[in-house]
């Protein structure tokens, strides 16, 4: 059974940081492509940051310089690490597994981050 499971939202004031993780279980989790997903009130699910299974990291523009995702293939872990923090972050952030060549594609239930003073 596929488990992804997010942990590290929380409420913070805007400039501050937190640290998100998505624990995997139930997959070959060195072989999958990790992504961080959010999805603001009203809004469409939308792509934050992908990581694949070598390493290589991608971003939105929008949280260049300000995220970094990161994998620990010895933890089924993937990171995301959220500094200068804004309002519009607000969001459920989704944890994502793919492993395109096996047409397999998993979440997590989500973890809320709320951006306010």
């Known amino acids: 059974q596929v488990q992804l499971v997010e942990s590290g939202g929380g409420l913070v004031q805007p400039g501050g940081s937190l640290r998100l993780s998505c624990a995997a279980s139930?997959?070959?989790?060195?072989?999958?492509?990790m992504r961080w997903y959010r999805q603001a009130p009203g809004e469409q699910r939308k792509l934050v940051a992908s990581?694949?299974?070598?390493?290589?990291?991608n971003y939105v523009d929008s949280v260049k310089g300000r995220f970094t995702i990161s994998r620990d293939n010895a933890k089924n872990t993937v990171y995301l690490q959220m500094n200068s923090l804004k309002p519009e972050d607000t969001a459920v952030y989704y944890c994502?597994?793919?492993?395109?060549?096996?047409?397999?594609?998993?979440w997590g239930k989500g973890t809320l981050v709320t951006v306010s003073s």
């Open positions: 994502n597994a793919v492993y395109e060549g096996l047409g397999q594609n998993h």
């Open positions: 139930g997959i070959m989790f060195s072989r999958y492509f």
């Open positions: 990581i694949t299974n070598g390493g290589g990291t």
